[in-house]
């Protein structure tokens, strides 16, 4: 019988149930040292708060990965991520504050909090630390209270040794290793007796103390099948590794479950269903607040294209989203009606070299460019809109449908979609985004769509909801200082 590994959030529970009372303390300090040694529950507001408080935490530990690798994290790594882990739920607890009770914001005082905050920061910081600590001397203690063989090849044995017991916070023993590709052994692998094939393994692990066995299968040598079922037959617990699974360094692995077959999941990117879900909610309501926005830029700027360029406000254009699939997307129109006939006139003045996307300095096609300022440059509504991602608000409606987010890759259009070479391609295997790590690194002043490439693939690669938000954070910033904007 094999008792399974604790997965998921739950496996770090005693660290979240830390964090909760840490900051209840914390809550409780800050209202002792600003407002006075009072029961600060006794206040219905206050009491609202901490509860609030503790709400908010599990939401992050809940749909974060907020304790994710707590145990391998230096103290750096660990201040880092409290922090991020403190940010994270006191931005949502200020926003159901403003969304639900506006008036209590300015009820609670703002004194107060600010202490708790660095209170909790520098608390919850130390108890961590501390549990850790516990948690390691823990593991020595019980060290060896699992006995495990380990069946694998002479020429990984040493590195295979070297992962289980150096990278790994385990309670178990490796009690010998079986070489299945060598005649005899007698050798010792950091002080590990080693046996060799003419060894009969199965009398062996018979006779002595073994729970489990790992088989960690070289390519080049066949499914070892009558000694697993043999294993397998005495009731000890087999764990079965494939040499090449741990070959591909870019992507994850997971097991699943394709109709009743159990397959082995390769992807550049695997999220659960809370990430997934986490992400969504927060596209819906930028979606709302992005379509009311639209609404309102709408009032001002649609008579003035309307003007200057008679035909739609709103310009859609098919393009590829999430795995090639096609959708249309809206803007604001801010080019002149035979724009994508002139296109092609202009293919010349790409600043793409390799074509795969289009860019140019002073497009003639944008509506009103043929007006300058003192400085030569085009000062047309077009180039208005365009500077200050005018343009952009419409797609908050294709966030609202499903079709885009509001952090992802910029969706190709069809033509550039076909211009893809293989790599090319892992741009889209997330749905596009209004924004992403490519437009607040430099996005037009990047001329190389091969770095296009590399932003985004990093972005799919390190994907986590608080990635998201300092993208979006970041953006606000590159939009409001026109940088990078044509």
Known sequence: MHKKELRGWFKHIDFIVLDIVVLQICFILSYWIWVGLENPYDT????????????????????????????????????????????SFMLLDFLFLFMAHHQMMYLISRMSTGIMCVLFLFGSYFVRLLNKKRIFNSVKIKEGRRSLMLATSSTLAGEVVRNLLDNSFHDYKITGIYLMDKECSGETIRDIPTMGRETDIINEIRKNWVDEVLVYQPENMPYPMAMIDAIM??????????????????????V????????????????????????????????IVGCILTGIIFIFIAPIIYIQSPGPIFFKQKRVGQNGKQFYMYKFRSMYMDAEERKKQLMEQNKISDGMMFKMDD?????????????????????????????EFPQFWNVLKGDMSLVGTRPPTLDEWEKYDLHHRVRMSIKPGITGLWQISGRSDITDFEEVVRLDREYI?????????????KTVGVVLRHEGAE
């Not at 037959?233 to 997971?254: K, P």
Request: hydrophobic residues 40%; aromatic residues 12%; proline residues 1%.
């Open 233 to 254: 037959e005495m009731g000890i617990t087999v764990h079965y590794c494939l040499e090449a699974l741990n070959a591909h360094s870019d992507g994850m692995q997971e």
């Open 363 to 391: 497009d003639p096609r944008i509506i009103g460019s043929e007006k300058k300022d003192k400085n030569g440059k085009p000062r047309g509504i077009g180039n208005f809109i365009r500077k200050t991602s005018l343009d």
């Open 256 to 287: 699943s479950k394709i109709g009743t077959y159990r397959v082995l999941t390769n992807s550049l990117k695997i999220v659960s269903t809370r990430q997934i879900v986490c992400k969504r909610i927060m596209d819906i309501a930028g979606g």
């Open 44 to 87: 219905y507001l206050y009491r609202y708060q901490a509860v609030l408080l503790a709400f908010c935490q599990l939401l992050v530990a809940l749909f974060t990965n907020s304790y994710k690798n707590i145990l391998r994290r230096n103290r750096v790594e660990e201040f880092m991520a409290t922090f991020r882990f403190e940010v």
């Open 461 to 473: 690669q390190n994907w986590s909801i608080w990635l998201d938000f300092k993208i979006l954070f």
